[in-house]
């Protein structure tokens, strides 16, 4: 059973710093991975979708990269902004392409 | 549309009451899913419909959840004698399901948070 893992829980960061959010998954056999933002109270907001043939994708100040054989996939927000400021989910997705999530990186960027 | 909708956004009921939530896909994405997410928690998959027929409801946790989608555009999510662990946000996402990287990206509709009292 696929089970995807986000580390850390929880962040707080002031303006301006670069940062990481880490996403693990226990089975290689994925189609894509998708990186999402929620804000409070709010449905999902897609960032970026990576194929399982692709190593990174770039959106502005995101990027986010796959390593399938081991399993995890790194999301990099670069110079992070108070509107930043959210819950972050990773996603990866299996067939019939559902998806099955983390419990997601809570992030606060402190101006 | 422009995004997928969903009403209502709030529902509170009774416990053992029925309830249907609503789901309005992206005008022309084929397939369509529904998701429930409980607080501090990523969202969990309930089921998958690809046109009109349910391609996978594995993620449905008892019968006491149904879904369907007549015309192969607007969804209902039916839910019967509801408990009290049923309440939390009830998701719906549409994706076109063309070829390409295009097709494969699931858009989300703002949720209905369910409370069973």
């Known amino acids: 059973k696929q089970e995807v893992t986000q580390i850390p829980a929880a962040l707080s960061v002031p303006e301006g710093e670069n940062l990481v959010l880490n996403c693990s998954f226990t089975?290689?056999?994925?189609?894509?991975l998708q990186w999402f933002r929620q804000d409070p109270g709010k449905g999902l907001t897609s960032l970026l979708l990576?194929?399982?043939?692709?190593r990174e994708q770039t959106s502005g100040r995101l990027n986010a990269s796959l390593d399938k054989s081991s399993g995890r996939s790194t999301l990099y927000i670069a110079a992070s902004q108070p509107g930043d400021s959210a819950t972050y989910l990773c996603?990866?997705?299996?067939?019939?392409?559902?998806?099955?999530f983390g419990s997601g990186t809570r992030l606060l960027v402190r101006p | 549309g422009a995004g997928v909708s969903q009403t209502p956004s709030n529902k509170v009921t009774e416990k053992g009451k029925y309830v249907e939530l609503r789901c309005d896909p992206i005008?022309?994405?084929?397939?369509l899913y529904w998701y429930r997410q409980s607080l501090g928690q990523g969202p969990e998959f309930l089921i998958y419909?690809?046109?009109?027929?349910?391609?996978?409801d594995s993620g449905l946790p008892n019968d006491r959840f149904f879904a369907v989608r007549p015309e192969g555009s607007v969804s209902t999510l039916k839910i019967q004698r509801t408990e009290r662990g049923d309440s939390a946000v009830y998701l719906c996402?549409?994706?076109?399901?063309?070829?390409?990287?295009?097709?494969?990206?699931?858009?989300f509709g703002p949720g209905t948070r369910l409370t069973v009292l």
């Open positions: 089975d290689s056999a994925i189609y894509n």
């Open positions: 996402a549409s994706r076109s399901g063309l070829a390409g990287p295009g097709g494969d990206t699931q858009y």
């Open positions: 005008s022309g994405h084929t397939a």
């Open positions: 996603a990866v997705i299996h067939g019939s392409y559902k998806l099955i």
């Open positions: 419909f690809q046109g009109t027929g349910a391609a996978d």
């Open positions: 990576i194929q399982s043939s692709q």
